[in-house]
C-alpha cells in the first residue's frame, strides 16, 4: 500500500495559521483531487522507469531472470528489455492504480493505492522479495518516487497557502 495520511495533531499548530478556515476543515477535498493523481501518478512512473525511491536515492529494479525471459517468450508474453518487468498482464499495475481507498477518522485523513484480492499478494512479494520456493528479488512497486515527494509537499504548502 502506498497513502497519504495528514494527522491533525501534527498540523493543528499551522491549521491555526492558516487565514482560509475552509481550506483547513477540507483537506479531504484536497487529498482527493489532488494527492490522488499524484499517486497514481507515481504508480505509473514507478512501472515505467522501473525505480523505487529507497530514502535516500533512486535505485532499478533488479533485471528479470533468464528463465522467467525464456518462460515469457514461450508464452508471449515477453516484450523485450524496454518494457517494465512486473507487467506480464498488466494485471497488478491496472489493480494498484484503481485500488483507491480512503480513511478518515477523528485523527487523521488518509488517501492511498492498494492492490487487492491475488495481485494484493503478488504486490507483497515484489516489494519485499521472496527466497522459497525460488528466489524473486525485490522490485518495490510500492515506493514514492523522490519527485512525487517534493510534488506533494509543494501541493500542500500551496493548498495550505504556507
Not at 515505467?48 to 517468450?73: A, H, I, N, P, Y
Not at 478518515?104 to 516489494?127: D, F, T, Y
Request: charged letters at 25%; one cysteine or more.
Amino acid at each position: 500500500m502506498i497513502s497519504i495520511t495528514i494527522q491533525k495533531a501534527k498540523y493543528k499548530y499551522v491549521l491555526g495559521l492558516i487565514k482560509d478556515k475552509g481550506k483547513a476543515s477540507n483537506i479531504k477535498t484536497f487529498l482527493n483531487n489532488t494527492c490522488e493523481p499524484l499517486l497514481v501518478k507515481n504508480v505509473e512512473k514507478t512501472f515505467r522507469e522501473k525505480t523505487f525511491f529507497d530514502g535516500s536515492s533512486t535505485q532499478v529494479w533488479t533485471k528479470l531472470s533468464d528463465t522467467t525471459k525464456k518462460r515469457r517468450l514461450k508464452k508471449g508474453t515477453w516484450y523485450g528489455d524496454h518494457a517494465s518487468k512486473l507487467q506480464e498482464y498488466y494485471d497488478m499495475y491496472n489493480n494498484i492504480k484503481s485500488g483507491v481507498f480512503r480513511r478518515n477518522s477523528a485523527g487523521s485523513h488518509s488517501i492511498g493505492l492498494r492492490p487487492s484480492g491475488k495481485e494484493a499478494e503478488k504486490a507483497n512479494i515484489h516489494q519485499y522479495g521472496q527466497t522459497t520456493p525460488f528466489i524473486i528479488p525485490a522490485r518495490p512497486p510500492l515506493t514514492f518516487q523522490e519527485d512525487i515527494i517534493d510534488k506533494i509537499i509543494h501541493e500542500t504548502e500551496r493548498y495550505l497557502s504556507l
